[in-house]
């Protein structure tokens, strides 16, 4: 199940994560409750870079067969050349954070905080991993 609320940010607090939503909700996870959290890294779907191949490609055909015009030709090629490799170099990253019940919550990320954003994740892992440290001992020492 996902949950694709617009998220406005993400706060760490002591044993739990705040979410705060455009909308102005406010949502409370305590990180016992977090499987994994992580950046994906999603490039443009090949569907839309086949779609506007041949965009290009058909206005290119348009150019040639009914305006015959070798110079609209030439630009139109170098266009649809720039605009692949544009296309290819194009990132959009996102943070997705699954919880133990199946929910799973996706954040964009913009380029600029890349990295504060991979800070924050660290930090995340490292308070999952002492809460799962901590149960454990609990576990051992209530036996």
């Given amino acids: 199940m996902y949950f694709n609320t617009k998220i406005d940010r ?13 909308t102005g909700m406010k949502d409370e996870i305590l990180i ?13 779907n090949p569907i839309y870079e086949f779609l506007i191949i041949m965009l290009f490609t058909v206005s290119t055909i348009f150019a040639v067969f009914y305006l015959q015009a070798n110079l609209i030709l030439i630009i139109s090629s170098l266009f649809i050349l720039v605009t692949i490799a544009k296309m290819n170099k194009h990132k959009r990253y996102g943070m997705k954070i699954n919880l133990k019940n199946g929910i799973t919550i996706k954040k964009r990320v913009p380029l600029k905080s890349k990295n504060d ?27």
Wanted: cysteine-free.
């Fill in 32 to 44: 016992s409750d977090l499987k994994d959290i992580f950046i994906t890294v999603n490039k443009i």
């Fill in 117 to 143: 954003s991979i800070d924050f994740v660290n930090d995340v892992r490292k308070k999952i991993y002492k809460s799962k440290i901590e149960s454990s001992n609990q576990l051992v020492f209530s036996i």
């Fill in 10 to 22: 993400i706060i760490i607090n002591n044993d739990q994560l705040d979410i705060f939503y455009k």
